[in-house]
């Protein structure tokens, strides 16, 4: 087991701004970065950073549909939506 790709999720999740992200995209409604950045009340550039970081980490994944690019939590990996749905309980 590689402990650093382990541990990728956790350090993306250590960040407030991205758990506040993957908070919202954990509703299952897709979002775009301008959505974001308005909800948040966060710059785009910031928004788009902070997407990048938790797509690198395979947290999310992001569908373009024409001009937009539209992100949502990744519950296709089984360990992954085990975390996920861990975050979902603790936020109720």
């Not at 950073?49 to 373009?64: A, F, G, P």
């Not at 990744?74 to 085990?82: C, F, I, S, T």
């Amino acid at each position: 087991m590689n402990l650093r790709l382990l541990a990728k999720p956790f350090k993306a999740l250590g960040n407030e701004r991205r758990l506040e992200i993957m908070l919202l995209l954990l509703k299952n409604k897709p979002y775009n970065v301008s959505d974001l950045a308005y909800k948040l009340q966060a710059t785009f550039r910031g928004i788009s950073k902070h997407l990048q970081i938790l797509e690198n980490s395979n947290l999310v994944v992001r569908r373009r549909t024409g001009k937009h690019v539209y992100y949502r939590a990744n519950v296709g990996n089984r360990d992954l939506k085990k975390l996920l749905d861990y975050l979902k309980s603790v936020n109720k």
